[in-house]
């Protein structure tokens, strides 16, 4: 299995992602204009995409997943609530769904809270054996920090609804697994706001066991 992570001009995070042994990959949270790049690593790897995925409707930067998708032929996915919101055609995920890239596993974890279409993806390297390796958290869960609930408006419902979603779908999750956030902070960001750097390596830092052992519970205020 191989991984990337792309630092965007946005100051979030893409992800690539697949089995070179099958020669199919994923491509997360596409910004417009890194199109190439996704082509080039695909062509790199010696990999066909069949999934292109947004984690949720940005409101941070145009998404190039539809038009990553468009150029590669594979279907553009997001969380099936936004049937209605979306003005364009995607394939729609739903809560609980796996599907297999090669030799990789992704099952679709349905997280509101950001907003209401947030997925996160938890992701097995099959090869490595049946426990997930990492999961790609979208704008739900940062690195020290977690995705604001208030950008639409609602923002008392929308944190407990992020409270349940961090609570019964990321801090159950075993400690070991490494959470890959999708923002990072502006190369002029204040130091406070280091703890959104990628480390997407076995730092403790940045797994699960973060939340869990040096975290207090997180409570409604
Ligand atoms: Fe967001």
Redesign the pocket.
């Known amino acids: 299995m191989f991984f990337k992570q792309l630092a965007t001009k946005e100051a979030s995070l893409s992800y690539f992602f697949g089995c070179a042994g099958q020669g199919k990959a994923v491509a997360v949270d596409v910004v417009a204009g890194d199109e190439d790049w996704f082509i080039a690593e695909a062509e790199r790897a010696q990999v066909r995409i069949t999934q292109v995925i947004d ?6 930067h145009y998404s190039g997943g539809r038009e990553r998708a468009r150029r590669t032929g594979a279907p553009h996915c997001l969380h099936e609530s936004d049937r209605g919101r979306a003005k364009y055609d995607f394939l729609p995920l739903r809560d609980g769904q796996v599907f297999e890239v090669g030799n990789v596993q992704v099952r679709v974890l349905h997280t509101p809270g ?2 209401p279409d ?1 997925v996160c993806l938890l992701v097995t390297d099959l090869r490595r054996g049946e426990a997930p390796w990492f999961v790609i958290t ?2 739900t869960l940062f690195v020290g920090a977690i ?2 609930p208030d ?1 639409a408006g609602r923002e008392r419902e929308m944190a407990g609804v992020l409270y349940d979603s961090l609570h019964a779908k990321l801090l159950n999750l075993p400690d070991e697994i490494e959470s890959t956030p ?2 990072r902070p502006a190369a002029s960001a204040a130091p406070a706001s280091r703890a959104n750097r990628p480390r997407r390596s076995a730092s403790r830092n940045a797994g699960i066991r973060h939340w869990r052992w040096t975290r207090p519970p997180l409570s409604m205020r």
């Open positions: 984690t949720h409707v940005h409101a941070d950001h907003t947030s979208g704008d995705g604001r950008l999708a923002i």
